[in-house]
C-alpha cells in the first residue's frame, strides 16, 4: 500500500456553503471514537493465563477510523489480566514508524501487533522481529513478505465493492430497472484497495447487467467528498444509485447532495462509521446502506496475538494454532440491522 494512506485526514476543512453541515454530521473524532471490545465471559480461552506482553504500533490518529484501531486494541488488552499492552507512539510517516518500533523490538515483547503506515516500507522491520523470535501480527496494511508476519487480519476490500453491488443490484433489480444510472465516488485511486473495491463493485454490478456510469474520485476526507459529488451530480442531472467508499468523505457527498437539492437516488457508503449507522438508522438522507470495514479488527488482533503468546489455537478449530491469514467479512448495514451493529460504528 502507498504511504499515502487510505486514513490520511479526517478533514481537510469543510467546502464553502456546507461547513455547518459538515461540524453537525460528524463524531468521529480520537475523544470520542467508540472502543470495541468482545465479550471473554464464557470463552474457555479467556481464563487468565501466561501472561503475554504485546507490543502494538499504528499511525497517529489523524482520522475517526485510525483513532478507533487504537482505542480498540486498548479496550480489548484491558479485558485480559494477562495482557500488558506497550503502545509506541507510529508518527506521521514510515521512517518514524520504523524507529520506534525498533526500540519496541528491543525490549522483546512476547507478540507484535502492528498497522503500518505503508507495508512495503515497514516489510523489513517487520522481518526483523520474526527473526528476533518475535511473532508479528499484521493488521489491515499487507507486508510484501509472507516471513514478515505470524498472522495477517485484513478487511476484505474486494468484498466491500461486491457487497455494495449486489446490495445497489439487488435494490434496482426489485424496482424493475433494466438500464440504471450509477455512481461512483471512491477514494484515492493509486491505492491498491481504491482499486479492488471499485473491481469488486464491478463484478457486482455485471452480475445484473448494470455499470457505472460516472465514477469520480475523492481522497478520504469530507471536504473532498464534497468536491468530487458535486461534481459528479453536475455530470449526472439524473442518477438511480451511488456507492461513496468511505464514511467520513461521505461527510462531504451528503453535503454536497443535500446543496444540490437531490433526492431521486440511493446511496451506499463504505466502513461503517457512527456517523452512517445514526444517518441510515434515521433514514432521512439518502444513505440507505453502508458495507463494513470495521476498525474493531483491532480488538480482534489483540485477542488473537494474546493466543499466540499462549501457545493456544482458537477454540472452534481442531487445529491447535491460529490461523496464518484471516480476512474479515464485508456485511451490509441497513435500516433493519443498524442497531446490531451499532456498537462497532467509529
Known sequence: MSAMSRRRILFGGAAVGAGALLTACTSNTPATDAQVKTDTSGNANAAAGKKVVIGFSAPAADHGWIAAITNN??????????????????????????????????QKPDVLVMLPHDGKELDATALEAMRAGIPVVNLDRAFPSQAAYRLQLKGDNYGMGLAAGH??????????????IIGEIPGIDSLELTQQRSAGFAAAL???????ANRRPAEFTADSGQ??????LQ?????????NHDDDQGIGVLAAVKQANRSEFFMVGGAGSKTAIDTITKDDTVLKATVTYSPSMASSAISLARLIGQGKGLSDLVELQVPKDITLASETITKDNAAKYAKLGF
Open 73 to 106: 486494541a486498548k479496550a480489548q488488552a484491558a479485558q485480559y489480566s494477562d495482557v500488558e499492552l506497550r503502545l509506541v507512539e507510529a508518527g506521521s510517516d514510515a521512517a518514524a514508524q520504523r524507529a520506534a518500533l525498533a526500540t519496541l523490538i528491543g
Open 167 to 180: 446490495y445497489i443490484g439487488e435494490q434496482l433489480k426489485a424496482k424493475g430497472a433494466t438500464t440504471p
Open 206 to 212: 455485471a452480475e445484473y447487467g448494470f455499470k457505472v
Open 227 to 232: 468536491a468530487a459529488a458535486t461534481a459528479l
Open 235 to 243: 455530470a449526472l442531472p439524473k442518477m438511480d444509485a451511488l456507492w
